[in-house]
């Protein structure tokens, strides 16, 4: 979508990622998804008169590694407040957050746009609280409640107000959703809402530095309608400015089967939730030991493995790309290289060909493939002992019978033939029943040869050596 090129949009992101913990961030209830409704809650969860939180020692273990992710630094002592205000999926009236003194401050996220211009976005905050529970309203006239989410832990991400398209918060949200995934403290499921995503938008002329009136976009959940919602809103500011009107402060929902963005209630501020400090949770205390344990068992980020798999196996920037995407699929395939007989940039390609256009179509099909079958895959093909025609067979049966390479070749006789004689009696067969095509190809249509080639590698139902077969068809062609 074209933008009035008079005006400068400027957008801050709000992610809220839930924690896979196994229980809640204050409570001993079961953090699990999908559980019957109000059955994971306990006295603490509901806010009953009485009771008393007890902070997970994992969620801030969490805090901590995250904020390393992104370079931020980490406050040595935090503590928790109340965000007060009242609905009906929040039963203590408050949620537990932090707000003056969150556990890391000031990091960042470098990106890479389309075309090629890098950016690095600030990280203002990263803060633990807990999540509300969840209103149904689809049930009529009614509207249900469900507690179960009531004190699920979330970190808040919140960036400093410094992207100025829909591309760039795109970028910027999938290098936060690589990086809780990467290090295993959340699923990263927008649809289900263990990474949830709310945009400030505002817009301004173009040398302006006072930010304008923003508005806060909700319920977008996926990259693209995160960026549609986006687009829609950064048109519509500049739109009502054009024509005279103002830009009110409020919360906007997507609607991505209408592409727009309607209004649900007036923005609130700061003030506005009357934050003070939680009188029933301690100072979160953080020392030098628990930050340098924490940094060094974190795993290698998707930015620097990247740039190892080009510079170690010399892959393609792409290839690289898409392979580091995710932690699980990175791993597949260097526990597939440590199987490989030839290590070499050759194989290492193969390898990566195989995942990227084989082993993820399978998987995305619920499918499982073993790293060290493919490894023993990759070794049949480059030992001669299958061709690649009959590997893409072995490799459907791998996905779907779970059984080695080895096994399946040889129950079913998949073994490629490379006996010369063999190979030879097949092609002269071939070659009396085309004497046109060989004059044609005689005569200059050098293209033939992939005909001549198809022909024998059928008769021989696949198990030709391609590599003998053309070099026999070369021989008896020149004569």
């Given at each position: 979508m074209s933008i009035n090129s008079k005006y400068q949009a400027v957008i801050g992101l709000e992610v809220h990622a839930q924690l896979?913990?196994?229980?809640?961030?204050?409570?001993?209830?079961?953090?699990?998804?999908g559980s019957a409704p109000n059955s994971n809650v306990c006295p603490v969860c509901l806010g009953m008169p009485g009771v008393l939180p007890v902070l997970n020692k994992e969620v801030v273990e969490y805090a901590i590694r995250l904020g390393l992710a992104v370079n931020c630094s980490i406050t040595t002592k935090s503590i928790f407040a109340r965000k007060n205000y009242f609905y009906p999926d929040l039963p203590k009236g408050y949620q537990i957050s932090q707000y003056e003194e969150p556990i890391c401050r000031n990091g960042f996220v470098d990106i890479e746009l389309a075309d090629g211009t890098k950016r690095r976005i600030g990280i203002t905050r990263i803060h633990m609280e807990e999540?509300?529970?969840?209103?149904?309203?689809?049930?009529?006239?009614?509207?249900?409640?469900?507690?179960?989410?009531?004190?699920?832990?979330?970190l808040e991400i919140v960036s400093e107000p410094e992207m100025h398209s829909a591309e760039e918060a795109g970028k910027y949200l999938f290098a936060i959703w690589q990086t809780v995934k990467y290090l295993g403290i959340?699923?990263?499921?927008?649809?289900?809402?263990?990474?949830?995503?709310?945009?400030?938008?505002?817009?301004?002329?173009k040398g302006e530095t006072k930010l304008g009136t923003k508005t806060e976009l909700k319920n977008m959940n996926s990259f693209r309608n995160v960026e549609r919602a986006i687009e829609y809103e950064i048109a519509r500011q500049i739109e009502v400015i054009e024509e005279g009107g103002t830009i009110i402060q409020q919360t906007l929902l997507w609607n991505a089967e209408k592409n727009i963005a309607a209004p649900m209630r007036s923005k609130e501020e700061a003030h506005d939730y009357r934050y003070f400090p939680d009188p029933d949770?301690?100072?979160?205390?953080?020392n030098d030991e628990w930050i340098n344990a924490a940094a060094q068992n974190l795993p290698e980020l998707p930015a620097k493995r990247k740039v190892r798999f080009i510079t170690e196996y010399l892959l393609p920037e792409y290839d690289a790309e898409i392979l580091t995407q995710e932690r699980t699929t990175a791993d597949?395939?260097?526990?597939?290289?440590?199987?490989l007989t030839k290590k070499n940039p050759e194989t290492y390609k193969a390898a990566s060909n195989w995942v990227m256009n084989d082993v993820l179509r399978v998987m995305n099909e619920g499918k499982t493939i073993h790293p060290e079958h493919l490894s023993s895959l990759i070794n049949a093909?480059?030992?001669?002992?299958?061709?690649?025609?009959?590997?893409?067979e072995v490799f459907e049966e791998m996905s779907a019978t779970h059984e080695s390479p080895e096994i399946i070749i040889k129950k079913k006789g998949l073994v490629q033939i490379s006996d010369t004689g063999a190979i030879e009696k097949e092609i002269e067969s071939i070659l009396a029943k085309f004497p046109n095509e060989i004059a044609r190809f005689k005569s200059g249509e050098a293209k033939l040869m992939g005909f001549f080639v198809g022909e024998t590698m059928k008769v021989m139902k696949g198990k030709g050596n391609p590599k003998i077969i053309n070099e026999i068809l070369a021989k008896k062609l020149k004569n």
């Amino acid at each position: 979508m074209s933008i009035n090129s008079k005006y400068q949009a400027v957008i801050g992101l709000e992610v809220h990622a839930q924690l896979s913990t196994k229980t809640k961030i204050f409570c001993g209830c079961s953090n699990k998804f999908g559980s019957a409704p109000n059955s994971n809650v306990c006295p603490v969860c509901l806010g009953m008169p009485g009771v008393l939180p007890v902070l997970n020692k994992e969620v801030v273990e969490y805090a901590i590694r995250l904020g390393l992710a992104v370079n931020c630094s980490i406050t040595t002592k935090s503590i928790f407040a109340r965000k007060n205000y009242f609905y009906p999926d929040l039963p203590k009236g408050y949620q537990i957050s932090q707000y003056e003194e969150p556990i890391c401050r000031n990091g960042f996220v470098d990106i890479e746009l389309a075309d090629g211009t890098k950016r690095r976005i600030g990280i203002t905050r990263i803060h633990m609280e807990e999540d509300a529970g969840k209103s149904i309203h689809d049930a009529g006239s009614e509207t249900l409640v469900d507690v179960n989410r009531c004190g699920t832990p979330l970190l808040e991400i919140v960036s400093e107000p410094e992207m100025h398209s829909a591309e760039e918060a795109g970028k910027y949200l999938f290098a936060i959703w690589q990086t809780v995934k990467y290090l295993g403290i959340c699923d990263g499921n927008l649809e289900e809402g263990s990474l949830r995503c709310d945009a400030n938008v505002s817009v301004r002329m173009k040398g302006e530095t006072k930010l304008g009136t923003k508005t806060e976009l909700k319920n977008m959940n996926s990259f693209r309608n995160v960026e549609r919602a986006i687009e829609y809103e950064i048109a519509r500011q500049i739109e009502v400015i054009e024509e005279g009107g103002t830009i009110i402060q409020q919360t906007l929902l997507w609607n991505a089967e209408k592409n727009i963005a309607a209004p649900m209630r007036s923005k609130e501020e700061a003030h506005d939730y009357r934050y003070f400090p939680d009188p029933d949770l301690v100072p979160v205390l953080v020392n030098d030991e628990w930050i340098n344990a924490a940094a060094q068992n974190l795993p290698e980020l998707p930015a620097k493995r990247k740039v190892r798999f080009i510079t170690e196996y010399l892959l393609p920037e792409y290839d690289a790309e898409i392979l580091t995407q995710e932690r699980t699929t990175a791993d597949f395939f260097e526990t597939t290289l440590t199987g490989l007989t030839k290590k070499n940039p050759e194989t290492y390609k193969a390898a990566s060909n195989w995942v990227m256009n084989d082993v993820l179509r399978v998987m995305n099909e619920g499918k499982t493939i073993h790293p060290e079958h493919l490894s023993s895959l990759i070794n049949a093909i480059q030992s001669g002992t299958i061709s690649g025609k009959i590997a893409k067979e072995v490799f459907e049966e791998m996905s779907a019978t779970h059984e080695s390479p080895e096994i399946i070749i040889k129950k079913k006789g998949l073994v490629q033939i490379s006996d010369t004689g063999a190979i030879e009696k097949e092609i002269e067969s071939i070659l009396a029943k085309f004497p046109n095509e060989i004059a044609r190809f005689k005569s200059g249509e050098a293209k033939l040869m992939g005909f001549f080639v198809g022909e024998t590698m059928k008769v021989m139902k696949g198990k030709g050596n391609p590599k003998i077969i053309n070099e026999i068809l070369a021989k008896k062609l020149k004569n």
